[in-house]
């Protein structure tokens, strides 16, 4: 980000007035602002992806009915205005705030689970150049500013008073926090055969086409190591077959039970985001982020800077379609399978991940 | 090179210790084999060390080596090892003893449901001993000082479903705390003054007159204080009788021959530090000690009881030698002392074994024929400890009482003398007492047929331990190489070089006037002791209960151990309880009663001067009663048992002196 | 007044007020959300103070860790029978009196302290120095630290699970 | 340096205010009609009885607890993983050692039984609640019925 | 007012500590005191962590900071552990109720 700032300053005389630091400040102010926004819109696109992608895996239309009557747009079909529609319902729809909830901390928790989310996308690589904060941390920031969401679950559950939020609550926490340990130890093993927790360091260090992303190295302990980090994240973000906290059938919906209108929507909101957070971070991580899978191939065409963003948006959105294709594929785990999926199954292979790799890279 | 052996004799231990509290369960045979085998290591490591130690054949000989340990600001505190002749005779007592307790024990603890952790114990026990005698500085020597003290506390409680044994651990463990508190204000003192924990430093500086007067007498009787709760001397000596509530090889290492002595060789690591005030404080402890403990043996049944008072009684001895400047008789009996000592213990465990786990000398009598090894090394160790002739305890106990004499020559006070006398008696006592144990367990008709009948010869384990701590004890006073190798330290040696030679002439040279009288003195005393003992218990010509109930008083005090755990029952711990009830009361009544008087009186007063005085006055008054009432409720409101409070409280206090602290300044 | 400072500020009135609520409030879910912006603020001033790695590891073990913990606490030990999820108060009188005699002497001893400053230089990454520290000079705390977070997990496992059996 | 966390500052306030001024937005728009009924917490229809705020299952702490171990641990490893380039052996050895110990930790909360959750009983109730039944159409008790799995 | 310095730490630390200290001594709920023990090592941690810039430019203070992070996340877990026991035993966790061993 700086090197931008020093580009505009050094090239345009309107920008070399304000002060670096004022230029950052705004810059951040905008990109705050677009990567909310952003958030809002991959929720929308989300939703209406899983809707349609649900749909067609069970064989069915999903929503075909509301599209607009503007001329062109309509031409489009297939329902594309549904989750627009839904999301302006939302905005429209009463905020009911039982009696018997602490109202303030109703209000709070959804800020702090939106917040947090959004605050690690300021990390995020999209190009060599376009990231907001290249911090020398980054993925340990990433780590340490999700654990936001275990205290934003836990509000939520308890304000609300009752029964449903607060066991979907604390389940949910008991499971953000059980699976945290797990990605964390593979950002270990990524972070050691970089010697780098900056991700445009462990970006680079992938490029140079497919073969050399961080998924195909050390075969098998990095592949292994990728499938915890998945698997891991998906559970982070409480996603089918982890969706134990708000199980519809049990615990109706979980800690958000009674939240409604918008800020029921800001809790999906949080959690479409979080799964385009995941998608780049597990992308950034194991499958080259920014950088091209063909390398020098073709001339170097698709290496080109401008390429960039393209790459690890299509990489993450591909990640978030897996998601969705396991949402609709497999069961829903059993609670006592969710505790032993982590602490049984993927921290030991994680610590084996670590210790192989560390054992191949000294030998 | 030395060191490196040294270090590795301190640390095999730690090792086993560490593999054995872990994993002794699981090892073959419970890991018995490990500190076992690890021990007679560390005996060989250890004469390896003797030998190239007095190879060198100077008195002069040390070897310091130490590394900065903590760092804190100007002040470094080193941490090292010294050896010198003395540490070099110590590690091969302590691994001599130590190994063969370790073998003994195999048979002793066979069957045991925590004969692991047993082992783990011992080498607990034998690292922090080792440790304790290669320090070269004070907070080192301390730290290892308490670690003996846990090991103890660890192995008198190891029966701890006895109430009994567990009740001696506690004691064991407070009586010594007494102690060691003094020794660790001694030894914060000498810190405050020399900067130094290291012992060449700190004696540096006394030898350069840095650190002399009130507050060196001081330092070294407070160190002394370490020396008499460990050494178990008057007045801490009452815990070293109920110690004996651990396993009989237990009381054999740690309550005879090694830790106990760690006082006498802290006295005598650190002698310099003494002034002639300290040593005569010293000498007279010990000379107090020797003589309580051997009247309360005279009268004991129990044969262990008969041999933790008659380790006290030599512990006195040690004591008084070094308090009388007898340095060398002083180590040197701690040296025969050891041997012939963890002799008597490991025989007496070999009868207790034999007996099916009986003390009571009563039950006993006759055993000679059927446990005739243990008999026989128990008869040389008698006749050590009661001074025959030609045995290592005559030499040693015949330097002691030289020494003692040669004192009393020098100064010719009535202090001195008085302390040769009653040492010689106490000579004459030792051999009663022993003869005495010896003719009830061994030599008359079986008291107990039945437990007689089963009682046989200890396994090989046990008696192999015997019968080399027999050819110790016997060949163990010959040659004069102790006399020549451990030399009294003198202030000069820690001065500059060029003085040296002129301190080692003045040295040594009283004594052997007084050697002759001193050994004649003793033989005579030691045969009049055996000579009575065997009249009342051998030949049984007198009966030793209608002595008793002659003088019924003197026997119920001396079988009362003079009362002192009375005494200490009476002072220390009723005492305690009775000063908080006195403060009660006197915040109840005397306060209370003050306030009531002062407030009755001055009403009275007030009534007969007129009304606007009275008013002003009572007012004035009430105030001050309401004051000293609130005082006093809050003080008693105090204690509330709220750790908040109490934070609170201390913060206050704390926030008060630092304002005081800044007024001052 | 520059953003250095103005960030400072925003900061410690942040960590101050949050700690304040912590201490003044009688709900105990408020004191723990106290305590949670108490903590996050003090990690900002971490990174004002160059210290990025510290703030990061704040931010994981006490926002992820402790304060979910204490939250859990807090729920495991309320009465069940009605909202007991107030703490009382006692001895505020004197406690004020105390910790605002403590403050001003904190105070005084900080500004009358010649402290030996220099000037602050480059914020440089830490983490690295901070690995390197820890491999060799720190080698024993290190270590030991491993068998402190074990003993803790055992014993505090050992304790909790008490009420199951 | 500091730029780069201000970044994250800045987007934690700017994702705050979005909120706050869609909600602000939502609150203009939305009818506000509050009834008892509406307010009422969901219990699926029925009234609800006692507070929600009550106790949990100590198991939850037991997975948090042993949750920050980890995250200790892994705050630790971190700078580790680093420099492990530079170190090499050394390091390495050190940090086995390090995460041995810590896994003892893990393998005692796995052995004493915290790393689990209750599990369903599958066939509990035909098993015992219900043996009266079996015996009524005269089948065998205590047969275990064939556990079904998902 | 002068630039954000030395000083403004320490103050900002000493305040913390002060409120930290109000909490254990204040507070009846033993959970709330554990979260004062907190907020009074995160105060000395900033003292550490502004010497380690201000006063002594190598990382040491850092370093004890982080050693003090790793402390408090055991302390707190055995602490809260011991908490619940309490709650167990006496159906309370405040301390003023928790005086038996007061005599």
Redesign the interface.
């Known amino acids: 980000m700086e090197a931008l700032i020093q580009a505009l300053q050094s090239q345009s005389a309107f920008f070399s007035q304000f002060s670096e630091s004022l230029l950052a400040l705004i810059f951040f102010v905008l990109f705050g602002l677009l990567f909310a926004t952003v958030a809002a819109v991959c929720a929308l696109v989300f939703v209406y992806l899983e809707r349609k992608v649900s749909a067609h895996m069970q064989d069915r239309l999903g929503p075909m009915e509301v599209n607009t009557e503007i001329p062109v747009l309509k031409k489009i079909g297939h329902g594309w205005a549904q989750t627009l529609a839904d999301a302006f319902k939302l905005l429209l729809k009463e905020d009911i705030i039982p009696d018997a909830a602490d109202r303030r901390l109703h209000l709070i928790a959804p800020f702090i689970l939106f917040a947090a989310v959004i605050a690690a996308f300021a990390v995020m690589p999209f190009g060599e150049k376009l990231v907001v904060s290249d911090m020398n941390i980054g993925v340990f920031f990433v780590l340490a500013i999700t654990s936001f969401s275990v205290i934003g679950v836990i509000l939520a559950g308890w304000a609300s008073n009752n029964k449903w939020s607060l066991l979907g609550g604390m389940r949910s926490a008991a499971q953000i926090v059980s699976y945290e340990i797990p990605n964390g130890l593979v950002v270990l093993v990524i972070v050691m055969q970089v010697g780098s927790m900056r991700f445009n360091d462990i970006v680079i260090a992938q490029s140079g086409g497919i073969l050399n992303w961080h998924v195909f190295q050390f075969f098998p302990l990095n592949l292994i190591a990728f499938i915890i980090a998945f698997l891991a994240t998906l559970a982070e973000a409480n996603r089918a077959p982890f969706d134990l906290p708000e199980a519809e059938s049990e615990l109706t919906a979980g800690f958000a039970t009674e939240y409604s209108g918008f800020k029921w929507a800001i809790f999906y909101l949080s959690e479409y985001a979080n799964m385009f957070l995941i998608g780049i971070f597990l992308s950034a991580l194991f499958l080259g982020g920014w950088t091209s899978p063909f390398g020098s191939l073709f001339g170097g065409f698709f290496d080109q800077p401008g390429w960039q963003p393209i790459w690890i948006i299509l990489k993450a959105v591909a990640i978030v379609f897996l998601q969705m294709w396991l949402r609709w594929t497999l069961p829903r785990l059993r609670v006592d399978q969710l505790m032993y999926t982590s602490w049984k199954v993927l921290t030991p292979f994680a610590f084996v991940a670590i210790f192989g790799v560390g054992l191949w890279m000294l030998l | 090179m030395i060191v490196d052996y040294v270090v590795w004799i301190i640390l095999l231990p730690l090792i086993s210790f560490t593999i054995q509290i872990f994993f002794g369960k699981r090892l073959p045979r419970q890991g018995d084999w490990l500190p076992t085998s690890v021990m007679f290591v560390d005996l060989l490591l250890a004469l390896i060390v003797a030998g190239k130690v007095f190879s060198a054949y100077d008195p002069d000989f040390r070897i310091a080596r130490s590394f900065e340990w903590v760092v804190l600001g100007t002040t470094t505190i080193k941490f090292g090892l010294l050896i010198d002749n003395l540490t070099a005779v110590m590690l091969f007592i302590v691994t001599l003893v130590s190994s063969l307790v370790h073998l003994f024990s195999i048979g002793y603890m066979h069957g045991d449901p925590r004969y692991s952790r047993y082992f783990a114990y011992l080498s607990l026990f034998s690292f922090s001993m080792l440790g304790l005698v290669s320090v070269d500085n004070f907070l080192g020597i301390y730290m290892f000082w308490e670690l003996v003290g846990v090991s103890s506390f660890l192995l008198i409680g190891f029966w701890f479903e006895k109430h009994s044994a567990s009740n001696a651990a506690k004691k064991a463990f407070l009586v010594n705390r007494v102690g060691d508190v003094g020794m660790f204000i001694g030894i914060l003192l000498i810190f405050a003054i020399t900067h130094t924990f290291n012992f060449d430093e700190v004696f540096g500086k006394i030898a350069s007159g840095e650190f002399a007067g009130a507050l060196l007498t001081a330092a070294g009787i407070l160190i002394f204080c370490g020396a008499v709760g460990k050494s178990a001397q008057f007045p801490l000596h009452v815990w070293l009788p109920d110690a004996m509530e651990g396993p009989t090889p237990v009381s054999a290492l740690i309550h005879a021959a090694t830790m106990v002595a760690a006082g006498v060789y802290l006295v005598g690591r650190t002698f310099v530090l003494y002034t002639e005030t300290a040593l005569l404080i010293i000498a007279g402890i010990g000379t107090i000690t020797a003589f309580i403990a051997a009247t309360i043996a005279v009268v004991q049944m129990d044969i262990k009881k008969v041999l933790a008072y008659s380790t006290i009684s030599q512990l006195g001895y040690m004591i008084a030698a070094l308090g009388v400047g007898g340095y060398n008789a002083g180590l040197f009996h701690l040296m025969t002392h050891a041997f012939f000592k963890a002799l008597l213990f490991l025989g007496a465990g070999s009868v207790i074994h034999a007996m099916h786990h009986e003390q009571d000398m009563r039950q006993m009598g006759g055993l000679r024929h059927k446990l005739p090894i243990t008999f026989v090394t128990f008869l040389i160790a008698t006749m050590a400890i009661s001074g025959v002739p030609g045995l290592s305890g005559f030499f040693s106990k015949d330097a002691i009482l030289a020494a003692a004499l040669g004192k009393a020559m020098e100064t010719g006070t009535l202090y001195h003398y008085l302390i040769f006398a009653t040492l010689i008696f106490t000579a004459g006592l030792t051999a009663f007492y022993m003869f005495r144990a010896l003719f009830l367990t061994f030599y008359g008709t079986p008291r107990n047929q039945e437990k007689y009948d089963h009682a046989h010869e200890s396994p090989s384990t046990m008696t192999i331990p015997l019968i080399a701590l027999a050819l110790f004890t016997v060949i163990g006073g010959y040659g004069s190489w102790f006399e020549e190798l451990i030399r009294k330290p003198s202030l000069a040696m820690f001065s500059t070089g060029a003085a040296q030679e002129a301190a080692h002439a003045a040295a040594e040279g009283a004594a052997h006037g007084a050697h002759t009288i001193a050994m004649v003195l003793s033989i005579l005393f030691a045969f009049a002791g055996i000579f009575i003992a065997a009249l009342y218990y051998y030949w049984n010509k007198y009966s030793a209960e209608a002595v008793s109930e002659k003088f019924a008083a003197l026997y119920r005090f001396l079988w009362n151990k003079w009362y002192f755990d009375e005494l200490y029952q009476a002072t220390a711990v009723r005492g305690t309880l009775l000063l908080s009830r006195a403060m009660g009361w006197f915040d109840l009544k005397v306060i209370d009663g003050i306030v009531n008087g002062t407030a009755r009186m001055t009403t009275l007063l007030s009534f007969g001067s007129g009304t606007t005085d009275n008013r002003v006055v009572d007012g004035l008054v009430n105030w001050v009663a309401r004051i000293v009432g609130w005082f006093g409720a809050t003080l008693r409101e105090i204690q509330t048992g709220k750790v908040q409070a109490y934070i609170l409280m201390a913060l206050g206090a704390f926030i008060l002196l630092y304002v005081i602290q800044l007024a001052m300044v | 007044m520059n953003y250095f400072d103005l960030t400072f500020y925003v900061f410690a009135i942040g960590a101050v007020v949050s700690a304040g609520m912590m201490v003044f409030s009688r709900n105990l879910i408020y004191c723990a959300v106290g305590l949670l912006f108490a903590l996050a603020s003090v990690a900002g001033i971490y990174v004002l103070l160059g210290a990025d790695f510290l703030a990061a590891t704040q931010l994981m073990v006490y926002v992820g860790g402790i304060v979910a913990l204490l939250l859990f606490g807090i729920m495991l030990s309320v009465k069940f029978t009605g909202v007991e999820l107030r703490t009382g108060t006692l001895q505020m009188l004197p406690g004020l009196m105390i910790a605002a005699g403590l403050f001003l002497l904190l105070v005084r001893m900080v500004f009358r302290t010649e402290w030996a400053v220099n000037q602050p230089g480059e914020m440089l990454p830490t983490t690295s120095t901070i690995g390197k520290r820890i491999m060799t000079d720190l080698l024993i705390p290190f270590e030991i630290a491993s068998i402190l977070l074990l003993v803790a997990l055992i014993g505090a496992a050992y304790m909790a699970r008490r009420e199951r059996t | 340096m500091l730029l780069h966390f201000a970044a994250p500052f800045i987007f934690v306030i700017v994702a705050a205010a979005f909120i706050a001024l869609n909600l602000l937005i939502s609150r203009l728009l939305q009818p506000r009609v509050p009834s008892a009924g509406k307010t009422t917490t969901y219990e699926c229809g029925e009234i609800p009885i006692g507070s929600s705020w009550v106790q949990f299952n100590i198991r939850f702490y037991v997975i948090t607890l042993i949750f920050v171990i980890f995250d200790v641990e892994i705050v630790f490893l971190l700078p580790w993983a680093v420099v492990f380039k530079d170190l090499g052996w050394f390091a390495f050895v050190e940090v086995v050692i390090f995460i041995t110990i810590l896994l003892v930790g893990l393998a005692y909360a796995w052995r004493k039984g915290d790393l689990e959750w209750d599990k369903p009983e599958t066939g509990k109730f035909a098993r015992e609640a219900a043996p009266q039944l079996f015996e009524e159409v005269g089948m065998e008790t205590r047969k275990p019925v064939q556990e079904v799995t998902l | 007012?002068m630039?954000?310095?030395?000083?403004?730490?320490?103050?900002?630390s000493?305040?913390?500590?002060?409120?930290?200290?109000?909490?254990?001594?204040?507070?009846?709920?033993?959970?709330?005191?554990?979260?004062?023990i907190?907020?009074i090592l995160?105060a000395a941690?900033?003292n550490f962590?502004?010497f380690?810039?201000?006063?002594?430019?190598d990382?040491d203070g850092?370093?004890f900071?982080?050693?003090v992070?790793?402390?408090?996340?055991?302390?707190?877990?055995?602490a809260?552990?011991?908490?619940?026991?309490i709650?167990?035993q006496m159906?309370?966790?405040?301390?003023?109720e928790a005086?038996?061993?007061?005599?």
Do not use: C, P, W
């Not at chain 5, 992070?69 to 055995?78: D, K, P």
């Not at chain 5, 809260?80 to 026991?85: D, H, P, R, T, Y």
């Not at chain 5, 159906?91 to 003023?96: C, G, K, P, Q, Y």
């Open positions: 007012m630039a954000v310095g030395l000083h403004h730490f320490l103050v900002l000493a305040l913390l500590f002060v409120l930290g200290l109000l909490a254990v001594i204040t507070k009846k709920n033993a959970v709330t005191v554990l979260m004062g907190e907020l995160n941690n900033i962590i502004a380690s810039r201000y006063v002594d430019t990382l850092q370093l900071a982080l050693f992070i790793i402390t408090a996340a055991a302390a707190a877990a055995v809260l552990a011991i908490v619940l026991n709650y167990k159906r309370s966790v405040n301390l003023d005086d038996t061993l007061a005599g």
